[in-house]
């Protein structure tokens, strides 16, 4: 039988977004898979599938070109994990190294006829001009091998805490942007 839907989280971030889904059971039968260049964050995480594409290095140090070569080696492993999906959705702070990634492994499983989707995590504004026209960038390579692209803008979570005078801590901030729905709205209002 064809599988529905792929959430494949990259990065750090894809990574916090995911677990924090699986820890409040939000997850839903979703298939999840867990993809980065950092080796500890890899073997800590509870996400059950995960690829580290990095032996000797600790995650990307933000540098997006060493993120996009460094899948290159794993193309096989990664594509192996697409199959038999219909619809993947990535999910990635755009900023990060890992997001270097993204345009790369979008492209390929376009290449398998699977609808590609994309949910782009938007740098906050203390992290600076540097991360958000690196996030632009990415944003702007990414979408041409994309269906759609959901777009959350972390300064939207800092603005919603200040609104509701919340002190509550980031990792419980994400579920604001409600993931669960946007992967439910993929899986059963595409094709
Ligand atoms: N909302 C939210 N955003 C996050 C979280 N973690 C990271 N981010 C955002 O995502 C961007 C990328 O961070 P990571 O995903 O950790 O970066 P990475 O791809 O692992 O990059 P490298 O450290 O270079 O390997 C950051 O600049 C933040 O804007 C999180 O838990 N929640
Ligand atoms: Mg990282």
């Known amino acids: 039988m064809e599988k529905n839907i792929l959430a494949i989280a990259v ?41 580290a594409v990095s032996e000797q290095r600790n995650g990307c140090g933000g540098d997006q070109e060493f993120g996009r070569t460094i899948i290159l080696d794993s193309k096989a492993a990664i594509m192996n994990k697409f199959d038999g999906y219909s619809k993947i959705v990535f999910i990635a702070g755009l900023a990060g190294g890992m997001a270097g990634t993204v345009p790369l492994m979008a492209e390929w499983a376009g290449q398998e006829n699977i609808f590609v989707t994309g949910t782009a995590i938007m740098p906050f504004e203390f992290e600076g001009p540097q991360k958000r026209e ?35 801590p980031m990792d419980d901030l994400d579920a604001f942007f409600n993931i669960p729905e946007i992967i439910d709205g993929i899986s059963r209002y595409t094709r």
């Not at 971030?13 to 260049?37: E, P, V």
């Not at 990414?142 to 805490?161: G, P, R, Y």
């Open 11 to 51: 990065g750090g971030c894809g990574n916090n977004i995911i677990q924090n889904l699986i820890n409040s059971h939000s997850t839903s039968g979703t298939d999840l898979f867990y993809i980065d260049a950092d080796n500890f964050a890899v073997e800590k995480s509870s996400v059950h599938d995960k690829l």
């Open 134 to 168: 690196n996030a632009e960038t990415t944003f702007e390579k990414w979408k041409n091998s994309l269906k759609m692209i959901f777009v959350l803008e972390n300064d939207k979570l800092c603005k919603l805490a200040e609104c509701l005078k919340l002190n509550i």
